[in-house]
């Protein structure tokens, strides 16, 4: 460990970090000593390269990588992560970031062209209810567990991603808007409750861009188009721009930011 580097003996906890924004935010964190717990769901063999390149980055930064391919919707994954990461992390509040980067949502219209409610190609009551939970609520489980077992530093922070998707219509994006709406409403509450604890909560509002998980939203070409040309910037957003600003947040600097949705789309949100 280099101890001169900004975040030595600091981990960060990213749910979600094999592609996309957690990935890029890991990638940043890394750079500035900050060790990393990144959680993930990935098969045996995309699951292999993934781990390579994590090792690569952990020897290049001189920080500890522990890769969880568990499921963090569930109790028994939590509990899993907990034994194990106490066993690597034994320093009590030494968790500077929690960064919720979880992308799995269903992608269905409310109504068929048909008219008739099949479950199988609209969405479902369950499918907007596991969708949230993925999405959001689950974020406060994360943040208690955290909590509870003594592992937040005294100036932690939260981050959840949110999307201009909250706020208009795309297509068959209910379930995941839905999602984020309450996404929005929780980080409120918990940057006012858990503020006791030294803990700021935050989200990111990323503009348009080209991830996996974009790229499985139906239309998702006509929304890259359109973002394309209209950006203020002339370029869709990256994901190492937003994970500048979750470096950002992280900063001493940024200890008075709490319960801000800040835009990291290069003006996009304007037009």
């Excluded at 906890?13 to 940043?28: M, R, W």
């Excluded at 390269?49 to 568990?70: H, M, R, V």
């Excluded at 949110?162 to 409120?188: F, M, N, P, Q, R």
Aim: proline share 2%; with cysteine.
């Amino acid at each position: 460990m280099d101890k001169t580097k900004q975040f030595a003996g600091s981990w960060a906890v990213i749910l979600g970090g094999s592609g996309g924004f957690g990935f890029g935010a890991l990638q940043k964190l890394a750079a500035h000593g900050m060790n990393v717990a990144v959680l993930y769901r990935e098969t045996s063999i995309t699951e292999k390269p993934l781990k390579i390149k994590l090792s690569q980055i952990a020897e290049t930064n001189g920080i500890t990588i522990l890769p969880f391919n568990i499921n963090a919707l569930e109790q028994t994954g939590r509990d899993l992560f907990l034994k194990q990461f106490t066993e690597v992390a034994v320093h009590k509040h030494c968790v500077k970031l929690l960064l919720h980067s979880i992308a799995r949502g269903n992608l269905k219209p409310l109504a068929a062209e048909s008219g008739n409610a099949d479950s199988t190609t609209v969405l479902s009551t369950d499918d907007i209810q596991a969708t949230s939970y993925a999405m959001a609520n689950s974020l406060l489980d994360w943040t208690r567990l955290l909590l509870s077992a003594g592992l937040f530093n005294a100036d932690a922070r939260i981050i959840g991603l949110t999307s201009d998707g909250a706020h208009k219509y795309w297509e068959s994006y209910a379930a995941v808007s839905i999602a984020k709406a309450s996404l929005e409403s929780l980080a409120k509450y918990m940057a006012v409750e858990f503020s006791n604890f030294g803990i700021k909560t935050n989200l990111i509002q990323a503009g348009v861009t080209e991830t996996a998980s974009l790229k499985r939203i139906p239309g998702s070409d006509k929304l890259i188009d359109l973002a394309t040309a209209n950006n203020p910037m002339g370029r869709l957003t990256k994901p190492a721009d937003v994970a500048n600003v979750i470096y950002m947040l992280c900063t001493d600097e940024a200890f008075w930011i709490n319960g801000a949705l800040i835009h990291v789309d290069g003006g996009e949100h304007c037009l």
